[in-house]
T-cell receptor, first 113, second 116 residues
Framework: AQSVTQLGSHVSVSEGALVLLRCNYS??????LFWYVQYPNQGLQLLLK??????LVKGINGFEAEFKKSETSFHLTKPSAHMSDAAEYFC???????????FGQGTILTVHP | DTGVSQNPRHKITKRGQNVTFRCDPI?????LYWYRQTLGQGPEFLTY????????KSRLLSDRFSAERPKGSFSTLEIQRTEQGDSAMYLC??????????????FGPGTRLTVL
């Protein structure tokens, strides 16, 4: 079975500051890992995914994440926050190359001017 | 490619009524997933189809819930005898099992159900 823990239900940063959203996973098999973003009253949009290739994954909108097996982590970062980054972010894990995703509880990112 | 669409976007119903939601996946996507998201939580898996076959159902999918994908294209999710605890956002996602695919799931905008 797989599970995801997102540390911090709310993260607040200033515009231009570093964004760091934390995700730790548990999986009995090599995981597939994903970050999705959700804007109010909308569905989820894929930011990036790790599928056992490069451990540093680059996604859309300047986001990237690094897979660290020793720490069972897949933290999401962006060097400089923009006001449009304000949204809820979900980390998800899957134990096979297809099938259901298991999501974390989400982190709401607030960006202050 | 018009993306995954879901209808209706919002549904308000009284307890005990039946409701049905529709999901139209990205064309030629052979996998279709249903998730439920309650306030402040991440989406939870309900069920998924490959073509018209329902391959997995969560224990969250009680006998009041039924999902179909009769021709391997659109899908419907029906909830019978709705309860207030069914109030949630119901999300649909689709993916492709093509050779170059990693089964990336693309989500629709969701149907928000409110049971009074």
């Amino acid at each position: 079975a797989q599970s995801v823990t997102q540390l911090g239900s709310h993260v607040s940063v200033s515009e231009g500051a570093l964004v760091l959203l934390r995700c730790n996973y548990s999986s009995s098999v090599p995981p597939y890992l994903f970050w999705y973003v959700q804007y109010p009253n909308q569905g989820l949009q894929l930011l990036l995914k790790y599928t056992s290739a490069a451990t540093l994954v680059k996604g859309i909108n300047g986001f990237e994440a690094e897979f660290k097996k020793s720490e069972t982590s897949f933290h999401l970062t962006k060097p400089s926050a923009h006001m449009s980054d304000a949204a809820e972010y979900f980390c998800a894990v899957r134990g096979t190359s297809y099938g259901k995703l298991t999501f974390g509880q989400g982190t709401i990112l607030t960006v202050h001017p | 490619d018009t993306g995954v669409s879901q209808n209706p976007r919002h549904k308000i119903t009284k307890r005990g009524q039946n409701v049905t939601f529709r999901c139209d996946p990205i064309s030629e996507h052979n996998r279709l997933y249903w998730y439920r998201q309650t306030l402040g939580q991440g989406p939870e898996f309900l069920t998924y189809f490959q073509n018209e076959a329902q391959l997995e159902k969560s224990r969250l999918l009680s006998d009041r819930f039924s999902a179909e994908r009769p021709k391997g294209s659109f899908s419907t999710l029906e909830i019978q005898r709705t309860e207030q605890g069914d109030s949630a956002m119901y999300l649909c996602a689709s993916s492709s099992t093509g050779a170059s695919s990693t089964d990336t799931q693309y989500f629709g905008p969701g149907t928000r159900l409110t049971v009074l």
